[in-house]
């Protein structure tokens, strides 16, 4: 391999991040910063890079949806059995990493994780597909399987036991939402002199809120 992706570059640009005009809280600006990436984005908007770690200390990453954003925190949604289910269980914080390439915008979020009530999780499976809904009975996500005819064998199979009827939510499915208590947000610049706000706050104790280098 000889793929020279050293000279791949962009310069970034936006407005300027101004403290004086930022709302105290920052779900208030994430809000914002979501709904200009919808607009920019589109359907890709609402990814982020989930990080967990194991029981070794080891990292793992990988692209999950956010489902929903409140006061309390970031709501997602998995199999509770998966690698990242299980890392959770043991170490219950993570970090998500947002990238809106049309803006030059990345908003990180650090903090504590728990799984939401089960009629949260209820609510929230009833609202999906119908396909999405088989999807969480067939994929035992994680595990190795032999090949693809495995999960179409399922698949067949799932879809005969709920023929004409409603899908429940399986047990080992639902949602986490992470608590955070650090937001930092970052605007691209031109010569990598980006803009950094950062909020951090102790418990749920009020928000503090200062500028970090590039």
Known sequence: MNRNIADVRRDYEGGYL????MPDNPFELFDEWMGAALESDGQDANAMTLATVDSQGRPHARVVLL???DEQGLLFFTNYHSHKGSELANVPFAAATFWWPGLSRQVRVEGAVEQVAAQESD???????????LGAWIATQSVVIPDRKWIEERKVRFEHAYDG????RPIHWGGYRIRPDMIE???????????????????????????LAP
């Open 18 to 21: 101004d403290e004086s005009t």
């Open 67 to 69: 489902k929903g954003v």
């Open 123 to 133: 609510d929230y499976f009833a609202s999906r597909p119908r396909g999405s809904q």
């Open 165 to 168: 009827q409603d899908i429940p």
């Open 185 to 211: 947000f970052w605007q691209g610049q031109p010569s990598r002199l980006h803009d950094r706000i950062r909020f951090e706050r102790q418990s749920e104790g009020p928000w503090s809120r200062f500028r």
